[in-house]
T-cell receptor, first 114, second 114 residues
Framework: SQTIHQWPATLVQPVGSPLSLECTVE??????LYWYRQAAGRGLQLLFY??????ISSEVPQNLSASRPQDRQFILSSKKLLLSDSGFYLC?????????????FGPGTRLTVT | AQSVTQLGSHVSVSEGALVLLRCNYS??????LFWYVQYPNQGLQLLLK??????LVKGINGFEAEFKKSETSFHLTKPSAHMSDAAEYFC????????????FGSGTRLSIRP
């Protein structure tokens, strides 16, 4: 069966510090991968998605970047965090190829920027 | 373009009462529809999905939803609420694409009164 991992689970970082959040998927190959942010009391905002290694699409211009160095690894980064980067970050995967596939979510990372 | 509207950011029902969470969608292509549940500080879990075929879809935890094309709706119901159903519920829509992007509604928080 497939599983998705995210770490760390929680993170407190000062403004201006760098960020690296990691997501890995097991039990599947060539998945589509997604990063979402969920601000307090808000819905989900799609940040990035990837349909393959090195292929990243950005949905919202911002202070963040994403990379996919391996087939089942997705990394969310920032060089300098802003207060507005606080939130709950969720990674998700889906099947790939043409078609419509449901997404499966990881447990999330709670980021607080102080 | 696709969009989802969830009517009511907060719904409160008594334990044992009917649960009805409303969702309306807009889509220029045949929609694929989903309901997800999120418990506090956790990722999203797929409750059920509609792709094609039978318009009444049964999901986990006793939930079901009915796709009504004429009303562009996909309301979520459960005959008898349990305390464990208290959570945030998200309706989502997707269309046929190579990236399987999903558009999420803003969510409905379900509270259960003893």
């Amino acid at each position: 069966s497939q599983t998705i991992h995210q770490w760390p689970a929680t993170l407190v970082q000062p403004v201006g510090s760098p960020l690296s959040l990691e997501c890995t998927v097991e039990g599947t190959s060539n998945p589509n991968l997604y990063w979402y942010r969920q601000a307090a009391g808000r819905g989900l905002q799609l940040l990035f998605y990837s349909v393959g290694i090195g292929q990243i699409s950005s949905e919202v211009p911002q202070n963040l970047s994403a990379s996919r160095p391996q087939d089942r690894q997705f990394i969310l980064s920032s060089k300098k965090l802003l207060l507005s980067d606080s939130g709950f970050y969720l990674c998700a995967w889906s099947g790939s190829g043409t078609g419509v596939y449901e997404q499966y979510f990881g447990p999330g990372t709670r980021l607080t920027v102080t | 373009a696709q969009s989802v509207t969830q009517l009511g950011s907060h719904v409160s029902v008594s334990e044992g009462a009917l649960v009805l969470l409303r969702c309306n969608y807009s889509s220029s292509v045949p929609p694929y529809l989903f309901w997800y549940v999120q418990y506090p500080n956790q990722g999203l879990q797929l409750l059920l999905k509609y792709t094609t075929g039978a318009t009444l879809v049964k999901g986990i935890n006793g939930f079901e939803a009915e796709f009504k094309k004429s009303e562009t709706s996909f309301h979520l119901t459960k005959p008898s609420a349990h305390m464990s159903d208290a959570a945030e519920y998200f309706c989502a829509v997707s269309g046929y694409s190579s990236a399987s992007k999903i558009i999420f509604g803003s969510g409905t928080r379900l509270s259960i009164r003893p």
